[in-house]
């Protein structure tokens, strides 16, 4: 009971930086990102986590509008997102529609690399990183195990079903304060 | 062949390469959405640098932050001068970081490991 009360209290001094709800159109990204940055400039004092902030927002902005997937049966908006301070750091939520088939490897690769430790992850991460190879759109791969990298593997994920065919990815990532 | 410059903006670095003295630059931010974009036209003019390069190759990095697929062109970029430093050629790749900024830092250090050129990772 204490332990909720505590959590419902770290909850409540949660402070929203930015949130949005709506298309995820690469104007709204830039957007998102240009406000977030002005805003982390003038509360962050702390270049480390001010920076390692930036890096994670912007791979997780641009991993959205390279692989949305549309969802015309969905009722919930496309795209969610959220920038909070926290009590321990930074938190940064996204939303957004994924194919029912692409869950299963989505899921294999993120708790792939939470499994890693840092020297695996380096390892991963350089492997990827020198091997020439670009995705389908243009994407160099390397945006999911960056996060994990940045993060120490503090996030947690839920995909809730639409359907058939669609679920929702919720992604919850923190970056804590040195 | 021209000199290379592209004045950087919110999302594009500023882009410096001198095929007579030999110093190229990119600073600024790199996050374009399409990096092939940006990263194409370079890849081309470090071909005909190639074909006769100045005595001295210094390539000068200090970027405020960039995306993972800039990153992954930046190593293309890198890998061109390998052949160049391998038969005798000096080259040398600065990499500027902050101070504080660890996770620039450790980009460098990424460069470094997987990189047969030698690359500086100096504090600014």
Known sequence: MAEIAEQQVK????KVIF??????ASEMI???????VIKLDLIEDNLTIRKRVIYVLLELLQNILKHQEVCPTCYELPFKFYLKKT?????ILTE???LQKNVKQLKKTIDGYVAMDTSDLNKNYRKILSNGNFNMNGGAGLGLIDIVRKTSGNLSYEFIPEGKESSLFVLNVNILAQ | MKNFTLVGNQKLPTIYLNFQTGEMEFSGKSIPENAEFLFQPVLEWMDEYLKSPSEITIFVIKL???????SKYLVEVFRKFENLFKSGGKVSIQWYYEQEDEDMQESGEDFRDILKVP???IVY
């Open chain 1, 11 to 14: 909850v409540k001094m949660d």
């Open chain 1, 19 to 24: 949130s949005y709800k709506g298309n995820p």
């Open chain 1, 30 to 36: 830039d957007f998102i990102f240009e406000m977030c």
């Open chain 1, 87 to 91: 009590s321990e750091g930074y938190r």
């Open chain 1, 96 to 98: 957004n529609h994924v």
């Open chain 2, 64 to 70: 405020e932050y960039f995306n993972t697929s800039s």
């Open chain 2, 119 to 121: 690359v500086e990772l």
